[in-house]
Nanobody
Framework: EVQLVESGGGLVQPGGSLRLSCAAS????????MTWVRQAPGKGLEWVSA????????YYADSVKGRFTISRDNAENTLYLQMNSLKPEDTAMYYC?????????????????????WGQGTQVTVSS
């Protein structure tokens, strides 16, 4: 059974940090491009960050560049998102997603239909 299980969300004050994890099982994690996507209440999907299969290429949305860092541990089948200097506008449900499409164009991959597997999400709330 394929599973992507996110964890690490919670309530944090503005300026704080959180580290999200996405534990993968049931598929060959090390061969998949991985992405973090978020959705705020009443809004569409926002493509936050992506990382290629080897962990050597990364993309970030302008809204998180310089504050968030994506990484992966292929030995542990886990994807991470380190989030620093959090802002209230970062409040959203965060999902990890996996695609077999190589990360050559993130513009191409910013489409939900490109992804084969999705997690159930973890809530991040940034508020004082």
């Amino acid at each position: 059974e394929v599973q992507l299980v996110e964890s690490g969300g919670g309530l944090v004050q503005p300026g704080g940090s959180l580290r999200l994890s996405c534990a993968a099982s049931g598929f060959t994690f090390k061969t998949y491009t991985m992405t973090w996507v978020r959705q705020a209440p009443g809004k569409g999907l926002e493509w936050v960050s992506a990382i290629n299969d080897f962990g050597t290429m990364e993309y970030y949305a302008d809204s998180v560049k310089g504050r968030f860092t994506i990484s992966r541990d292929n030995a542990e089948n886990t994807l991470y998102l380190q989030m620093n200097s959090l802002k209230p506008e970062d409040t959203a449900m965060y999902y990890c997603a996996a695609t077999g499409v190589p990360l050559r164009s993130w513009l191409f991959l910013r489409e939900a239909s490109r992804y084969k597997y999705w997690g159930q999400g973890t809530q991040v709330t940034v508020s004082s």
